[in-house]
């Protein structure tokens, strides 16, 4: 074809100039060449540059420095560091830190995200305020503002370890205490109720949400049962609470003793306790968080002197064939379905198959945790000057994780919202005409088309949150930009191999993700024809 | 059939009543908005417990501020003697608020950034209602808001009489003819440069005449209907462009002998391979290896072509030259690149000179660039002086490093907003583009800019720009950071302009063509008031991420409002240990205007949608 | 078919010729062996099954598509890859689409005044009135400062043809200009082009309003796979049809 033009084209009459620019055949080709020249000229004038003002400081482009000692200690790392490793091992370090925090940041982002998102869709008034209220927040503030807001309070509000130390008075209180207590007859059930403190923040509280679970057990029990048993089935969650809550909760609803008498013993706890059922402390140094150890560890050995866990691999290992298995599961399981029409009860074989395997062998290797606490002498007193054991989390990576992650989940909540609005309630009228109830509706129906709206842009938001880790730099986390465009570049005084290097690993990432969207993408197109 | 009637007529109608009290008021709103099922019952329930948790440990907080006090810890003992266990301070804010809007702006030039700010309202006025009266309550608002301001800085009198001249001036102006505004549009950006800088006034004069040069030239260029004078121009085009052309390719030649001479001897492999010690580093060392190998080796491809190419035109001119200077041809034509030089500035010239014939836009734009830049360059500096010494209309200079706060965000937000506007629009029709080149440059700026976070692109304008540009060139650290940040939206707004181009119907287009409209044509009339008015939520979302972003110029030592200066705030000894009161105050800040913008997109895209339907 | 094509007398001054025209979509040869010609004043209509590469053809004409052999004259100027010819081929000929393509952020009178303005250079004002006349002719002058989307589906139509005589073109070029409207629309439409047709405006139509062709076609050209299979004088061509197609085609749409 391209020919038969050519020749008819030829035929009338020869070649102009004004052909180059005027015709359709040569203009595209015209402006494309003149359009290379100018962008090789620009390369080249860069090049040249760069060059000669490398040429006029009396340096070169070398990346030898990578294998020089670093020099410099990284607080944070996931495999072993030493200030007498190399920069090169100091970037990976860095690397490993950057991808940690985005790893966890949009794990911690799609939960919230999808849970806002969802919420804000709600018909329930204050609820769907309370989470627009969120998401307006979050979208309009800037990002490091949450990042720096986040690292101030979380260190400057939190106690110091000293504060969570068992000292000798504490334990002369607590025998004071326990003198007082005898007399005032018990630390007994009745003298809790007797002392609650009605005017308190927590009582009201209390009593809010004792009466949002009534009411709503009613509610659910109203509309199956009459009135009489509805009324006994309400009950039985609202007692439960009331046992519950002066039983766990009673020091903050009731304190036993007046606070005249409390006062003239001394307090009787240190001034600070750990939470989540007093295994993790925060401090103003960082969060200690209990360590998984094994008493019988598969060892381990290195590769290119990166350590390979084999007691890990072997957990990744057993979680892989517990999803294949589990796959398989289900496939059967709709294989029957469509022969017999009927479908197996399969969620117990399910959670069977995907968590058994997995604690059988957290037995087998003897998991237990390692809690971080101060070595205690004989009599109970505290001593040292910080926790030992478990692990010390650094502020830095607390306060990037939770502001990347609130501030992340903001948008996926909106790009949630707009993904299921976007499926019309059209949809779900005729899942609902065809009989389908709403769970399948949701599940057959409705997610389906509402991912395909959703996953894209909630890729692009998880990229987002990768390179917003580079925001890191101002809590003085050392991810990627820490290490290589931070503390790396400036010892070694060598800009341009070190921001060279930065972005080509940042344009890798990114890459690499968004590859993986297009491959979603294309999946998704197929699956339309 | 017969005996049994199925007729049955209504007698009276009835007449509506109000539904039962269940289902209206107060009762009915509850029931379906609080607690229409059990799940929403605890929602509720859950609901009013954050709700007053934060209340009731917020409040009192609140209740106690402080407003006058010298240091945090008077404040604290203000809140003590009230009674209370915590209170803000927001006499911290009182202190230093002007340090958060202006960094260390000189406080007796704090009228100077206010003008800019109301004349940038006067100037946003015909970009968001073109020829509507609203513009002139714009205007009349943007004045009152902006002599309010310098009562507030107490400014001194000659600023406030000079500002309310010129706002009475404009908004008579927007008054009689609202789209005169435009030319407060047009004038704003050299106005505002000088404004805040400072400076002689003969330096917007001169930008402003040598704008008005090339478009003089332009306009004589497209509009005159003389032949000759058409020749004439195309003419002297053609051979401004051969020697440019011919400057191009001398300055090639030794860039090349240059930089391949470098790049021999360079020691850019020297890293790797040395110290491997190990398989890591040895299988690090010699992927880069291959990829410095491979770069290598496609540019001496390029150069050895050009080697060729060039020196058998060089044997033909060398043969040419002997013909007509007889044994010693000029030294000229003994070059190889020589050959490339007349090569290139005659088919330049030729290229050009036919373009220009016919009036083509692009010509005519680089004619209107030459003429003004020329004037710019050359004549520019020479009246400057000269009238700076007969007339000095100068106010003081204020250097880059004491602008901060939100002055600075605002600088940097307004113009690489305003910047990147028309390069995402071109970056997206270079995507859409049907030619290879163009789209592949456009994907490939594109996808780099949006695979790199903003961060090390500032690094890049703070550290690497210079090893880019010729030696010896420095300019000002915010223009470096406003070109940056000016790339990385238009990256962004590229692909929300793509969006908006691939959403219209290719009747559109369809339509535009066969009217004979051109390209530029088009895409201008038709193709970028629908595709931009589709995209308005994208853009004003890319803007309000960069105003957002505009933070980050902290990290390269600029004063922004946030980091910079809330760090000097938190730094003084008086005001240490204070953190809620300056957060909540520049976060209070950032989300009126970023929330503003978004609702305001919202309006418009309503707007916009009612207007055609 | 090529004795009635040597029967066909071409009267007066040639507006239109197409020699032997040939076009492709990758492999797909929609348009074999083209030959067409149009006197000035000619109005046909061309009608075919969907997919007979009709309306290619007549897009071919102002070049929204591209031929890749033979030859193409129009009104003088052949159509090359010479931007310049393609231009002044738009320029004289006027197009009106199926889907109207008018322009929905710009008035009607916008629509009728953007192309003369910037294409033809004629001053805002002359323009307009230009523009109002051509309005008042297709009977929407007080619509004049609505948009498109305030308008009825035949209203938006009659402003496309309104959009197109701006332009005075000497040509006017109809693609399937009726199929997107309601039935009580389409009238208003074709008796707008029926008053043009009848000021002497060389029209090609690509159409299957039979009752139009009846009324005001000089002929009728019937389209199959690419190629033209009969043309005829309209009363001919549905009163004594030769050939085979035709007949299967006129049965399919007059049947019922």
């Known amino acids: 074809m391209a020919f038969a033009t050519s020749r008819a084209e030829a035929s009338k009459g020869g070649f102009r100039l004004s052909m180059l620019i005027y015709d359709t055949r040569f203009r595209a080709i015209t402006l494309q060449v003149v359009a290379l020249i100018l962008f090789l000229l620009f390369i080249g004038w860069l090049t040249d540059n760069v060059i000669r003002n490398l040429d006029a400081k009396g340096k070169d482009i070398n990346f030898g420095f990578l294998w020089v000692r670093a020099g410099y200690d990284i607080e944070q790392t996931l495999i072993p560091y030493t200030n007498d490793s190399s920069h090169g091992r100091a970037v990976i370090i860095g690397l490993l830190n950057t991808l940690v925090v985005a790893f966890f940041g949009c794990i911690l982002a799609t939960v919230i995200g999808v849970i806002v998102g969802v919420l804000r869709l709600s018909n329930n008034w204050l609820i769907s305020r309370l989470m627009t209220i969120y998401v307006e927040i979050f979208r309009n503030v800037p990002l490091l503002l949450w990042i720096l807001l986040t690292f101030v309070v979380i260190s400057e509000t939190m106690p110091a370890p000293a504060a969570f130390k068992i000292t000798p008075a504490i334990l002369e209180s607590r025998a004071a205490l326990e003198g007082i207590e005898a007399q005032a007859g018990g630390n007994g059930f009745w ?15 209390w009593l809010l ?20 048993k509805a009324a006994l089935i309400a009950a039985i ?20 003793l007046a606070d005249s008498e409390a006062s003239a013993i001394g307090p009787t706890e240190p001034a600070a306790s750990k939470f989540f059922f007093d295994s993790i402390a925060l401090t103003n140094r960082g969060t200690n968080v209990p360590a998984p150890l094994l008493d019988r560890p598969l060892g381990g050995t290195e590769i290119v002197s990166v350590p390979v866990n084999y007691s890990v691999l072997a957990v990744i290992a057993v979680i892989i064939v517990s999803v294949l298995a589990n796959r398989s599961v289900i496939r059967r399981a709709n294989k029957l379905q469509e022969t017999t029409g009927t479908r197996p009860t399969t969620w117990w074989i399910s959670l069977l198959i995907l968590f058994l395997p997995l604690i059988l062998l957290l037995v087998a290797l003897g998991l237990h945790w390692e809690v971080p606490a101060f070595p205690v002498n004989d009599e109970g007193v505290s001593q040292g000057f910080n926790f030992r054991g478990g692990i010390q989390v650094m502020h830095s990576f607390t306060a990037l994780l939770i502001a990347l992650s609130l501030y992340t989940s903001a948008f996926i909540a909106e790009i949630v919202r707009a993904g299921i609005q976007a499926i019309s309630r059209g949809q779900s009228e005729a899942a609902a005409a065809l009989g389908l109830r709403p769970g399948r509706t949701m599940k057959l129906v409705i997610l389906p088309q ?12 998880y990229l987002n949150l990768t390179k917003n880790t580079s925001l890191g730099i101002a809590v003085s986390y050392l991810d990627l930009r820490g290490t290589l465009g931070g503390i790396t570049l400036n010892q070694t005084g060598r800009e341009l191999e070190c921001m060279l290097l930065m972005m080509l690993i940042y344009l890798t990432i990114s890459l690499i993700i968004s590859s993986g969207m297009n491959a979603f993408n294309s999946a998704v197109k197929l699956k339309e024809r | 059939m017969t005996d049994t009637s199925h007729l049955w007529v209504r007698e009276e109608m009835l007449r509506p009543e109000p539904p039962p009290l269940r289902e209206a008021g107060l009762v009915k709103w509850v029931r379906e908005n609080l607690v229409s099922s059990p799940v929403n019952t605890l929602l509720t329930v859950a609901g009013l417990l954050v709700a007053v948790w934060g209340i009731w440990t917020a409040f009192p907080w609140w209740w106690h501020s402080v407003w006058n006090a010298s240091s945090l810890g008077e404040c604290r003992e203000i809140v003590a003697a009230a009674g209370g266990e915590s209170g803000a301070c927001w006499a911290v804010i009182k202190a230093r608020w002007h340090q958060f809007l202006f960094g260390f702006y000189p406080p007796e030039h704090y009228w100077r950034p206010i003008l800019t700010g109301g004349l940038l309202f006067a100037a946003l006025a015909p970009v968001l209602f073109w020829n509507d009266r609203k513009s002139a309550h714009m205007v009349g608002f943007a004045g009152i808001a902006t002599l309010a301001a310098l009562y507030a800085v107490s400014a001194n009198s000659l600023a406030f009489a000079a500002t309310a001249v010129i706002f009475a001036v404009i908004w008579v102006a927007a008054s009689l003819r609202p789209a005169s505004l435009i030319w407060v549009t047009g004038l704003f950006p050299f106005i505002s440069i000088w404004l805040i800088w400072g400076g002689s006034f003969w330096n917007p004069v001169n930008q402003l005449l040598a704008i008005a040069l090339g478009a003089l030239v332009a306009r004589v260029y497209y509009n005159n209907t003389s032949k000759w004078l058409n020749d004439a121009f195309a003419l002297v085009i053609a051979l401004a462009a051969a020697y440019v052309a011919s400057v191009v390719i001398g300055y090639s030649d030794a860039i090349s002998t240059d930089f391949f001479g470098k790049l021999r001897e360079a020691s850019f492999w020297q890293g790797f391979g040395q110290q491997s010690d190990n398989v890591f580093s040895m299988v690090f060392g010699a992927l880069a290896s291959v990829l410095v190998m491979a770069l290598t080796a496609a540019i001496w491809l390029l150069l050895a ?19 007509i200077w007889g044994e010693t041809p000029p030294e000229w034509a003994g070059s190889a690149w020589a050959g490339m030089i007349s090569l290139g500035a005659l088919l330049a010239f030729a290229l050009v000179f036919v373009a220009a014939r016919n009036r083509s836009v692009v010509i005519g734009i680089l004619a209107g660039l030459l003429a003004g830049g020329g004037w710019l360059l050359y004549q520019a500096p020479k009246m400057v002086t000269y009238m700076a010494t007969d007339l000095p209309l100068t106010i003081a200079p204020v250097s880059s490093n004491m602008i901060g706060g939100f002055l600075l965000a605002l600088i940097i937000g307004v113009t690489a907003i305003a910047a990147s506007l028309p390069l995402g629009i071109m970056l997206a029709l270079g995507r859409r583009s049907d030619m290879w080149l163009m789209k592949v440059l456009s994907v490939g700026f594109i996808e780099f800019i949006r695979g790199v976070p903003l961060i090390t692109l500032l690094f890049t304008a703070s550290l690497l720009l210079q090893y880019f540009l010729p030696p010896q060139t420095n300019f000002d650290l915010i223009l470096r950071v406003i070109i940056l940040a000016a790339l990385f939206s238009a990256a962004y707004l590229a692909e929300v302009i793509r969006g908006g181009l691939a959403a219209l119907p290719r009747g559109q287009y369809e339509a535009g063509d066969s009217l004979g409209l051109t390209y530029w044509q088009a895409q201008r009339l038709i193709i970028m008031p629908q595709a931009l008015k589709i995209s308005i939520p994208g853009i004003v979302s890319t803007f309000i991420g960069l105003f957002k972003d505009t933070t980050l110029v902290s990290f390269v030592g600029l004063l922004d409002p ?11 000894i008086n005001w240490k240990g204070i953190y809620w009161e300056p957060y909540i105050f520049v976060g209070a800040i950032f989300f009126i205007i970023c929330f503003g913008m978004s609702r305001y997109s919202m309006y418009l895209e309503r707007k916009l949608k009612t207007d055609h339907r | 078919m090529t004795t009635a094509q040597k029967q066909l007398q071409i009267p007066g001054e040639i507006a239109i010729e197409i020699r032997k025209m040939n076009k492709w979509y990758g492999q797909f040869h929609v348009l074999r062996d083209i030959d067409l010609t149009v006197a000035r004043g000619e109005r046909i209509v061309i009608c075919g099954p969907s997919g007979s590469g009709k309306s290619t053809m007549i897009r071919c004409i102002n070049r929204l598509e591209e031929h890749q052999s033979g030859d193409i004259i129009v009104d003088g100027t052949e159509l090359t890859n010479d931007l310049k010819n393609i231009d002044k081929v738009r320029s004289e000929v006027g197009m009106v689409f199926q889907h109207f393509n008018l322009f929905p952020h710009l008035t009607i009178l916008e629509n009728c005044t953007l192309a003369p303005i910037w294409v033809r250079k004629i001053p805002k004002k002359q323009a307009e009135e230009t523009a109002m006349h051509f309005l008042t002719k297709v009977k929407i002058p007080d619509q004049a400062l609505k948009y498109p989307g305030q308008l009825s589906g035949g209203q938006q139509q009659r402003v496309a043809i309104a959009r197109s005589l701006c332009m005075r073109p000497r040509i006017m070029l109809f693609d399937e200009p009726t199929s997107a409207l309601d039935p009580e629309m389409i009238k208003e439409v074709l008796d707008t082009m029926i008053e043009l047709a009848e000021e002497g405006m060389t029209m090609l139509c690509v159409t299957h309003e039979m009752g139009f062709a009846q009324a005001v076609a000089n002929r009728v050209v019937f389209m199959d796979q690419g190629q033209i299979v009969e043309q005829n004088a309209p009363k001919e061509f549905f009163s004594n049809p030769q050939s085979e197609r035709t007949k299967l085609f006129l049965s399919q749409i007059l049947g019922h």
């Open chain 2, 562 to 572: 946030l980091r910079g200066v809330t760090t000097t705030v938190r730094a003084d």
């Open chain 1, 209 to 228: 949400a004792l009466i949002g679970i009534s009411a709503s057990a009613w509610q659910y029990a109203r509309s199956r049962l009459d009135a009489g």
């Open chain 1, 450 to 461: 509402a991912l395909r709206v959703i996953i894209p842009p909630l890729i692009s938001q």
């Open chain 2, 305 to 323: 072509i050009t080697y060729v190419f060039s020196a058998v035109l060089n044997y033909n001119l060398a043969d040419l030259a002997g013909l």
């Open chain 1, 191 to 205: 003298s809790r109720i007797t002392g609650l403190q009605t005017l308190s923040l927590p009582f009201f509280l």
């Open chain 1, 237 to 256: 969650p609202a007692v439960l609470w009331i046992v519950a809550a002066l039983t766990v909760f009673s020091p903050s609803l009731s304190p036993v």
